[in-house]
Every structure is written in structure tokens, then in C-alpha cells.
């Protein structure tokens, strides 16, 4: 397992270098231009071109990408064209409101999807398991940022319950930290839940006519420890790997619901460098995002050999 987990992580390298390579090239193709953006609009055609000296985005492409891949290799992002901000400092500094957001929807996805598709599955028909398909075809056909904004509506300016935008610290108390994720947790877990709970269902369903599921029947089990002990066990790995995808596609929901929410996080972070043509800043965040889909999909490999022993690596 150790030699696996080793050779992933080694091999994460040349994608890692090919996806910064690709993220260089396309930023550098796309019209638009930071320099200009920096002087304004009534600046001269000297002063943009001392700008873009002063930027490097006078040297050849060739001579920028070397750069770049060279400070790459010790760790360096590079430097913000706009702020003069480290790109590390930068992403350290709004890290924390994306973390939270992430595991907050995470963890409240997993605690009510996993139960309502065993739910569903242990009376396929019924009238709950009707109801949660019912709920997982809404989740999937209403946008994130409908859903925030209803959200705002009712629950933070019609009954007061919540605060409309913002983020607080955990420094600043467990109840205001916690307050100021609610909607945003609630909007973004939508369609998150909806697709874990169907594919718990599904999997739930193919397992319940296994042998093993009458042998349990045939023992005295009961239909809940059929259902949580032997089916849920069995049929976890394709639940695992919904997750997991789940939890990778959360990059492009954070964006939306960070936004619609005022909170200074990652997702925040990306729309501004990305109006600024900000590229040492756009290039960091997408190398970020890239190497945590990777990791999380290397944690879902592992994961397996837990659920089903028969896995090996």
C-alpha cells in the first residue's frame, strides 16, 4: 500500500507540470491584457509598456514560462501582478473560509444523504422513497445560486434568522463562525445530496439480493442491521467514489457560492484574479485546485481497501 500511495504521489508530478503548462499557455492566449488594466484607462502607450517591463510580460513567451516553472520548483507561486502580494500569502490568507465551507457541506452532505438513500432502499416504492427521489430530482435541477438566494430571502431578510452575507473567523466564537456558514452550507449541499443519496440507494438495492443479505435474513438479523452491517458495508465503495467526485467538483460550487455570499475565500479569490488578469495569481489557484482533485481522488483509492478487503494494490 505504502509503495502505492508512493507511485501515485510521484506521478501526480508530470500532470501537476503538463496542467501548469496548459493553464500558462491559455492565460497568455486569451485577449486581455493585465498591464492595461493596472494604468487605467487614460494611460499612454509608454506607460503601459513600462508597466508590462516592469510585470516581465515583455519577454517571450518561452522566457515567461521558464520563469515561472523554475519558481515552481522551490515552492515559489510568484508574486501578484496587481498587489505585489506573495501568491502563497494570498491563498493562506483565504483559505480559511473555503475550508470551512467545504467541510461544513462535506460533512452535513454524508450525515443526510447516506441515511435517506438507505431509507429509500429499504422500501423501494414507497412513499419516502418517492420523496427522496423527489427531493434528489430538485437538487439537481436548481442551480446553486437560485437556491442561495432563496435562502437569503426567507431565512435572512424575511424571518432574521441569519445574516445575509459575511464570514466570521472561529476566533470570534463557535456561533458566529458557525451562523455565517449555515446558508452557504445549505445552498451548496443541494446537489450533493441529491447525488449521494441516489447512488446509496442504487448500490443499497443491487446488494439487498445478494446471498449474504438472506443468510443475515435467515440468522435472526434484523432490517436495519441487514441493511447497516452487511448491505451499507458491501455497497460503500461506488458510495465512496460519488463522494469523492463530489467532493472534487466543490472547486467550481465554492466559486458561486462564495460569491453569492460575501465570503473572502478561494472561490472569491479566483473571480478577482480572473477580471484582473492576474496570472501568477489565476495560475497558483488552478495548480491548488488541480493538486487537491488528485489528492482527494488518491484518498478515495485508499479508501476501498477499508470497505472491501478483497481490494488490493
Known amino acids: 500500500m505504502i509503495s502505492y500511495i508512493l507511485k501515485r504521489v510521484i506521478a501526480t508530478l508530470p500532470v501537476m507540470l503538463m496542467v501548469a503548462i496548459v493553464v500558462f499557455a491559455i492565460l497568455r492566449l486569451t485577449p486581455g491584457d493585465p498591464a492595461a488594466i493596472l494604468a487605467g484607462d487614460d494611460a499612454s502607450g509608454e506607460q503601459l509598456e513600462r508597466i508590462r517591463q516592469m510585470m516581465g510580460l515583455d519577454q517571450p513567451i518561452l522566457t515567461q514560462l521558464y520563469v515561472w516553472v523554475r519558481q515552481l520548483l522551490t515552492g515559489d507561486l510568484g508574486v501578484s501582478l496587481l498587489s505585489n502580494t506573495p501568491v502563497i500569502q494570498m491563498i493562506g490568507a483565504r483559505v480559511g473560509p473555503t475550508l470551512s465551507l467545504a467541510l461544513s457541506t462535506i460533512i452535513f452532505t454524508v450525515l443526510v444523504a447516506v441515511p435517506m438513500g438507505v431509507i429509500a432502499a429499504r422500501r423501494p416504492g414507497g412513499w419516502l422513497d418517492r420523496t427522496v427521489m423527489t427531493f434528489s430530482v430538485l437538487g439537481f435541477s436548481i442551480p446553486t445560486f ?11 431578510l424575511k424571518l432574521g434568522w441569519f445574516p445575509v452575507q459575511g464570514y466570521a473567523p472561529l476566533a470570534k466564537g463557535v456561533w458566529p463562525y458557525a451562523q455565517r456558514l449555515i446558508l452557504p452550507t445549505l445552498a451548496l449541499s443541494g446537489i450533493y445530496i441529491a447525488l449521494v443519496a441516489r447512488m446509496t440507494r442504487s448500490s443499497v438495492m443491487d446488494v439487498m439480493g445478494e446471498d449474504f443479505i438472506r443468510t443475515a435474513r435467515a440468522k435472526g438479523a434484523t432490517e436495519w442491521s441487514v441493511l447497516l452491517r452487511h448491505a451499507l458495508r458491501n455497497a460503500a465503495v461506488p458510495i465512496v467514489t ?27 479569490l479566483v473571480v478577482e484574479a ?39 494494490y
Open 274 to 312: 480572473v477580471l484582473a488578469r492576474d496570472y501568477p495569481v489565476i495560475q497558483g489557484l488552478i495548480l491548488l485546485f488541480s493538486f487537491t482533485y488528485i489528492l482527494i481522488n488518491l484518498l478515495v483509492d485508499v479508501l476501498y481497501t477499508a470497505f472491501d478487503p478483497r481490494i488490493r
Open 146 to 156: 437560485v437556491v442561495g438566494y432563496l435562502l437569503i430571502y426567507w431565512l435572512a
Open 242 to 268: 460519488v463522494i469523492g467526485i463530489g467532493i472534487a467538483s466543490l472547486i467550481t460550487g465554492v466559486v458561486v457560492t462564495e460569491s453569492v455570499f460575501n465570503l473572502p475565500g478561494l472561490g472569491r
